[in-house]
């Protein structure tokens, strides 16, 4: 019986490594030929994704989203604040994206990353035009008083596809989200009931007991690239950076086209091409929804 050569897999390996660091888009392509990534995923296949709700236990809403090794930390925050006279009935959601330097090596110490204000844009855009949250709900006490949510985004491991975590980790925390119960203080202002003064018997309660946001038409997106005549689903950070050309494609939870992201590339998105684009974002939002019933649903348990 023969003995394996150790020596010699490990020279073919190095080897392959070489060409992969020296000639990374005849690399891909030589998968894409055959119709695999180097992940061994077929082109179409989105990577495991992971949700947990409850995160932050600070937060009123928390998630913790992983897509691949791309994670986000999703973390909500209620204030109570004076509507503006043009919408006396509504509350607001202000969203903010962060890329802090452990997230990747291309982002520097003191230096914000180009994309975070971009994907912050995006994401409320998104929210915003999806209806996911009827704003009538924040409201507390007309013209006087509604319920500002402050959303912060956190990127822990930025590897590709960043919009598509960072929209799971939204809605999954506000599907977590549950708002407080606040009160009239003796000076006539809403304040919050902190958790050791819940079960106390509140003099002029507005809302007696927690209770969470009726969500609807939930957003999902799903990144893709597009590649002479090939479309690779959820790309790596590596697959963006050698193949230029992206598009995101947002479904709601009735495939209801909310929006599509095309930032320049080489690649013209004909419409057969933007066509087998949704075709993949409908099975994507198939599979996204199941992830978060089954957190809820995980959540209702514990």
Same mark, same amino acid.
């Given at each position: ?6 020596? &010699? ?34 082109? &179409? ?22 897509? &691949? ?194 930032? &320049? ?38």
């Amino acid at each position: 019986m023969g003995v394996p050569d150790a020596s &010699g897999d490990l020279s073919s390996e190095m080897e392959v490594d070489a060409f992969r660091r020296l000639f990374p888009l005849r690399y891909f392509e030589r998968h894409l030929s055959e119709s695999i990534r180097p992940d061994a995923r077929p082109l &179409g296949r989105a990577r495991d994704t992971t949700l947990a709700l409850g995160a932050v236990a600070s937060a009123h809403g928390s998630a913790l989203a992983k897509i &691949g090794s791309t994670t986000m930390l999703a973390a909500i925050k209620m204030e109570v604040m004076t509507p503006s006279t043009d919408s006396p009935d509504e509350g607001c959601i202000a969203i903010d994206f962060h890329m802090p330097p452990i997230c990747s090596p291309i982002v520097r110490p003191g230096r914000p990353a180009e994309v975070a204000p971009v994907i912050s844009k995006q994401l409320s855009d998104t929210i915003s035009s999806s209806s996911m949250i009827n704003l009538k709900e924040l409201s507390l006490v007309s013209g006087k008083a509604a319920w500002m949510a402050y959303l912060d985004i956190y990127c822990l491991d930025a590897d590709g596809a960043l919009l598509d975590a960072a929209l799971l980790s939204a809605v999954a925390a506000f599907s977590h989200l549950q708002i407080p119960i606040v009160s009239l203080n003796d000076d006539g202002k809403i304040v919050l009931v902190s958790e050791e003064d819940e079960g106390a018997k509140l003099e002029e309660p507005v809302n007696k007991e927690k209770r969470k946001l009726t969500l609807s038409s939930i957003p999902f997106s799903l990144t893709c690239i597009l590649h002479k005549n090939y479309i690779l689903a959820d790309p790596t950070a590596e697959e963006e950076s050698i193949m230029e050309t992206l598009v995101t494609v947002v479904l709601d939870s009735s495939a209801r086209l909310v929006s599509f992201y095309k930032p &320049g590339g080489s690649v013209l998105a004909y419409t057969s091409t933007v066509q087998d684009c949704v075709a993949l974002t409908r099975q994507r939002v198939k599979e996204l929804q199941e992830i978060l019933d089954e957190a809820i649903s995980g959540m209702e348990i514990d």
